[in-house]
């Protein structure tokens, strides 16, 4: 059974930092591209950092510079640190696995920044 477990969501200040960790379980982490996604009240789900097997990042222009993405295959774990906090940064983010076909969810955990 695929297991994908978000934590590290919680309440922030504007500026402030969280780093949210997604534990993998069920598939051979290392040879899945793993991404964050987030949505916001009211908006679609958007994409915010995705690192390929092989390691290599991309980033949503909205985060760049400010979120940093990355993995650890020998714990199955992808990580997003998230500095410089704005309140539009406020919205449940969702790690995602995908291989070929193969696409898995996890169920998310709410960042809310605000004073």
């Known amino acids: 059974q695929v297991q994908l477990v978000e934590s590290g969501g919680g309440l922030v200040q504007p500026g402030g930092s969280l780093r949210l960790s997604c534990a993998a379980s069920g598939i051979i982490f290392r040879i899945y591209a793993m991404d964050w996604y987030r949505q916001a009240p009211g908006k679609q789900r958007e994409l915010v950092a995705s690192i390929a097997s092989g390691g290599a990042t991309n980033y949503a222009d909205s985060v760049k510079g400010r979120f940093t993405i990355s993995r650890d295959n020998a714990k199955n774990t992808v990580y997003l640190q998230m500095n410089s906090l704005k309140p539009e940064d406020t919205a449940v983010y969702y790690c995602?696995?995908?291989?070929?076909?193969?696409?898995?969810w996890g169920q998310g955990t709410q960042v809310t920044v605000s004073s």
């Open positions: 995602n696995a995908h291989y070929v076909f193969q696409n898995y």
